[in-house]
């Protein structure tokens, strides 16, 4: 699950860098005030994410984060693992030691079915899946405000 405000960042601003024309890059500073992000904490992130191969990175005028992978082919889950590391499997949500499928705890069975869901989804979701997606729905905000302006005059 995505617990950590890392990994929201990552997705906000892989999504940010995804929805930019190809090869032009986005600086710390730019995504960090477009996005509300605090930006030393944003750049540990991408350097991060550069580190492990979904963003590039250069230095000096014109430098800044592109994207090293296709938005339509990299799924939400690589970027989630990328922050996160990879989902643990086995471990029990109560702390049992002994927890398996022969050895269940309480809820085992619902734990494991919300993580296969959660894996489910976020490798059939694609970046430019939610790129997209923004795109609608801050087209759609737009145009309620302008439906709600014209209607108070």
């Not at 601003?13 to 090869?23: Q, S």
């Not at 230095?59 to 922050?83: D, H, Q, W």
């Not at 086995?90 to 002994?98: A, E, W």
Request: charged fraction near 25%.
């Amino acid at each position: 699950m995505i617990h950590s405000a890392a990994t929201r960042y990552a997705i906000r601003a892989v999504c940010h860098i995804a929805h930019l024309e190809p090869g032009v890059r986005a600086q710390v500073k730019e995504i960090s005030e477009a996005l509300e992000i605090p930006q030393a904490f944003l750049s540990k992130i991408l350097q991060d994410l550069a580190r492990k191969g979904i963003l590039v990175s250069a230095k000096g005028p014109g430098g800044g984060f592109r994207l090293n992978c296709s938005a339509t082919e990299t799924s939400l889950f690589t970027l989630v693992e990328a922050v996160e590391g990879p989902m643990p499997e086995g471990d029990c949500v109560l702390g049992l030691s002994l927890c398996a499928d022969d050895t269940k705890c309480p809820i085992h069975d619902t734990w494991k079915d919300i993580q296969d869901a959660f894996r489910e989804q976020m490798q059939a979701t694609s970046i430019m899946d939610v790129v997209e997606a923004d795109v609608r729905k801050r087209q759609a905000q737009t145009q309620e405000v302008l439906v709600t302006l014209g209607e108070g005059r």
